[in-house]
């Protein structure tokens, strides 16, 4: 949608008055961001999107932010809002940045007519669409960021790590939900197969409570393992667990629980026909 106005003033000033307005916006902008860029770096942002903003405004009629005008707008908009989300800044900083544009544009307008700030009122609804432009480009971006960094760290809070030759063990630390059942098991399963273990360790205390839930995602890997020829030994069933597991009436069937991960180990050793002794001298 756009509105026919025989050329709007506040459109035809960014255009024709690039140094000025460029340099009030880059001011405006830079207070906004309270020193979390360089003003050096926030011209370098800018810049780029001012010149696509004014070719965008080359016509008689100002264009609304959806216009096939604005294509190249957008697009900066939100490569600048990605940039900005995987830095850390906040949505408000971000979208300050673009509707600091009103106040450097006013800022020129200087000793207007009353036309002049009609047409402003105009460019200024343009300039709150692009904002939100912005805010949702940053909202996706920040999606993204919280996505990624939430599989990086379910990674690394399901390490598996090799005891022995052939044993390998699984500490978990927090909430067993599917998701992190899912992580668990592939990540064992993949150890397993590497290292060409036959037993392995769940230790669960790390785990702060045990519901059907979790023995149930507890059960699906350990079957698992046994597809892949491995036992599993459940270590860390301290008492709380155990009246927990008892009260709810969870049956672990054949698979061997430990109270504690030394305990599992050894069990473990034994089976492979190792035995762990004290030395005479100790």
Known sequence: MARADGGNQAARLVRDGRDDV????????????????????????LSTLYDALAKGLAGDALPAAGDDEMDEVRALLGELSRTRARAGATPTETAVSIFSLKDAVLSQLGEAGES??????AFSKLVDELGLVTFEAYAQAREA???????????????????????????????????????????LLEALLETESERAIIDITGVPAVDTQVAQHLLKTIVAARLMGAECIISGIRPQIAQTIVGLGIEFG????????????KLTLAEAGLDVVRRRDA
């Open 22 to 45: 460029l340099d009030a916006w880059v001011r405006a902008a830079s207070a906004g961001l309270r020193g979390r860029l360089s003003e050096a770096e926030v011209r370098a942002e």
């Open 116 to 121: 002049a700030y009609v047409d402003f009122l």
């Open 145 to 187: 960021v919280i996505a990624s960094q939430a599989d990086e760290l379910l990674e690394l809070s399901t390490p598996v790590v090799k005891l022995w030759d052939g044993v390998v063990a699984v500490p978990l630390v927090g909430t067993l939900d599917s998701a992190r059942t899912q992580v668990v098991m592939e990540k």
């Open 254 to 265: 054949d698979i061997v629980t430990k109270a504690k991960l030394s305990d599992a180990l």
